[in-house]
């Protein structure tokens, strides 16, 4: 058995929660002195895709994000970490296999690496919802002596509605099932245009947060939250569009994803 097979085999057959980090873009190491903040993409990567690319993309060069107690940003302070969830909240099994999408995460990695000069690293967990997915990621780094790091998990705003959502947490509170994820990470949200929601009362959920008018939500979580408007070419991207067309054998889903990942799937079909 492939070392990569006996590691997903290790989270597929795990009773606990784990993380595992996979893979690292040669580039550099996924954590260095200088690290202070983990961009954190978390998805079923089934296939990696533009809309992905640019929720990175954005995160880096949002400035709130930046740790304020150092004299400069520096893009050796931050870290890209692509993580499989092979367990998922709401969605049941889906093609294609994780080795197949591990295999275009690394080359997703590499293209991170590249374009935009950050180390990124891949992983993978069994955990369904981020406030465990959190934890599993920071006990991993506190065995690498790597402690005091901020996770900042980088979502749509569909998820973001989830991640706030009660009926995962029951029997909690909220305020009590998030309150520590909130203590030490963030979150930064694009825009996306499949919600009912228009582009404006996304932009200002954060500001209805912040003025108590969401009964579960503490106001102060709203400091935590960073919600900007995704660019119109890659908003409408998605996975599950993708997928189609792949099956009906069009060809224009090439230019919505990265050319590294299009020669995958093109060579492997994952989706045949
Ligand atoms: N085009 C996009 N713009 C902004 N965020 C996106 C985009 N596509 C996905 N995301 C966000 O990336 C995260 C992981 O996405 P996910 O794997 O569910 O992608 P997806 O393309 O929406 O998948 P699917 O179509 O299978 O539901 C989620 O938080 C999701 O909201
Ligand atoms: N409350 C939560 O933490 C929560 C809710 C819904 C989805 N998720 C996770 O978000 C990720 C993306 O989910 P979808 O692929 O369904 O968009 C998955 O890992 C899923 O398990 C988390």
Same mark, same amino acid.
């Given at each position: 058995?492939?070392?990569?097979?006996?590691?997903?085999?290790?989270?597929?057959?795990?009773?606990?929660?784990?993380?595992?980090?996979?893979?690292?873009?040669?580039?550099?190491?996924?954590?260095?002195?200088?690290?202070?903040?983990?961009?954190?993409?978390?998805?079923?990567?089934?296939?990696?895709? +533009?809309?992905? /690319?640019? =929720?990175?993309? &954005?995160?880096?060069?949002? @400035?709130?994000? %930046?740790?304020? *107690?150092?004299?400069?940003?520096?893009?050796?302070?931050?870290?890209?970490?692509?993580?499989?969830?092979?367990?998922?909240?709401?969605?049941?099994?889906?093609?294609?296999?994780?080795?197949?999408?591990?295999?275009?995460?690394?080359?997703?990695?590499?293209?991170?690496?590249?374009?935009?000069?950050?180390?990124?690293?891949?992983?993978?967990?069994?955990?369904?919802?981020?406030?465990?997915?959190?934890?599993?990621?920071?006990?991993?780094?506190?065995?690498?002596?790597?402690?005091?790091?901020?996770?900042?998990?980088?979502?749509?705003?569909?998820?973001?509605?989830?991640?706030?959502?009660?009926?995962?947490?029951?029997?909690?509170?909220?305020?009590?099932?998030?309150?520590?994820?909130?203590?030490? +990470?963030?979150? /930064?949200? =694009?825009?996306? &245009?499949?919600?009912?929601? @228009?582009?404006? %009362?996304?932009? *200002?959920?954060?500001?209805?947060?912040?003025?108590?008018?969401?009964?579960?939500?503490?106001?102060?979580?709203?400091?935590?939250?960073?919600?900007?408007?995704?660019?119109?070419?890659?908003?409408?991207?998605?996975?599950?569009?993708?997928?189609?067309?792949?099956?009906?054998?069009?060809?224009?889903?090439?230019?919505?994803?990265?050319?590294?990942?299009?020669?995958?799937?093109?060579?492997?079909?994952?989706?045949?």
């Amino acid at each position: 058995m492939s070392s990569l097979t006996s590691q997903l085999q290790s989270i597929l057959s795990a009773g606990h929660n784990s993380f595992k980090l996979v893979y690292t873009a040669p580039a550099n190491q996924f954590i260095l002195p200088l690290t202070k903040q983990i961009l954190v993409l978390d998805s079923s990567f089934n296939p990696p895709h +533009n809309g992905h /690319f640019s =929720l990175i993309a &954005k995160s880096m060069n949002h @400035s709130r994000l %930046d740790d304020h *107690s150092m004299s400069h940003t520096s893009i050796n302070s931050k870290s890209v970490l692509l993580l499989l969830s092979v367990k998922n909240a709401d969605k049941g099994v889906q093609p294609a296999k994780f080795e197949d999408r591990l295999a275009m995460m690394y080359k997703m990695a590499d293209h991170i690496s590249e374009q935009l000069g950050v180390a990124c690293g891949v992983g993978i967990t069994n955990c369904s919802l981020f406030v465990d997915k959190a934890k599993e990621i920071q006990n991993y780094l506190a065995e690498t002596q790597s402690n005091n790091l901020k996770l900042t998990f980088l979502l749509g705003y569909d998820t973001l509605i989830r991640l706030l959502d009660p009926k995962y947490y029951v029997p909690q509170k909220l305020g009590d099932a998030l309150g520590s994820f909130f203590s030490t +990470n963030d979150c /930064f949200v =694009l825009t996306r &245009k499949n919600t009912s929601l @228009s582009l404006e %009362d996304q932009l *200002s959920f954060v500001g209805m947060i912040k003025d108590g008018q969401l009964a579960d939500v503490p106001a102060t979580w709203a400091d935590k939250i960073h919600v900007v408007s995704g660019d119109d070419k890659n908003l409408n991207v998605s996975s599950s569009d993708i997928r189609k067309l792949i099956q009906a054998n069009e060809t224009s889903w090439t230019s919505n994803t990265m050319p590294k990942v299009a020669e995958y799937i093109t060579s492997h079909h994952p989706y045949q």
